[in-house]
């Protein structure tokens, strides 16, 4: 059944913007979809993407001028993006001096091989292998 509600993004406060896009769009493959700057406001939204924000849903990265850092809070787990080949990947990731917080493997007590990885502001990044 459809159904009227759509996941539409999750958003993410960094510390420097171009840094973070970078990551993004180089080790994850995600492509800069929109961006607005609001001066008046001090602040910047990207959003980024596989695909079109009308059907997919996205990551907004947040800039708030003049805020290098924030504090990781207790709540937040992580995100999750679905990988070909995981053990490639995470050695791409690893040449390219990306931080791999927990190495490619099978789920505890499972057989879905995950890794986990983490973003220049601290975020951890689930790595999901889908056949």
Do not use: W
């Amino acid at each position: 059944m459809d159904h009227p509600f759509r996941y539409l993004h999750t958003m993410l406060r960094v510390g420097d913007l171009e840094r973070s896009i970078a990551f993004y769009t180089t080790h994850l493959g995600m492509r800069e979809l929109r961006r607005n700057d609001v001066p008046d406001g001090k602040y910047t939204l990207v959003f980024l993407g596989y695909g079109d924000e009308k059907s997919e849903t996205v990551l907004e990265l947040t800039y708030n001028y003049g805020v290098s850092s924030y504090e990781m809070g207790g709540a937040f787990g992580h995100l999750a993006i679905g990988v070909p080949d995981i053990y490639g990947v995470c050695e791409k990731m690893r040449a390219a001096g990306v931080k791999i917080t927990r190495e490619p493997g099978p789920v505890k007590f499972g057989t879905t091989l995950i890794a986990f990885i983490e973003d220049p502001d601290g975020y951890k990044i689930e790595l999901i292998q889908r056949k």
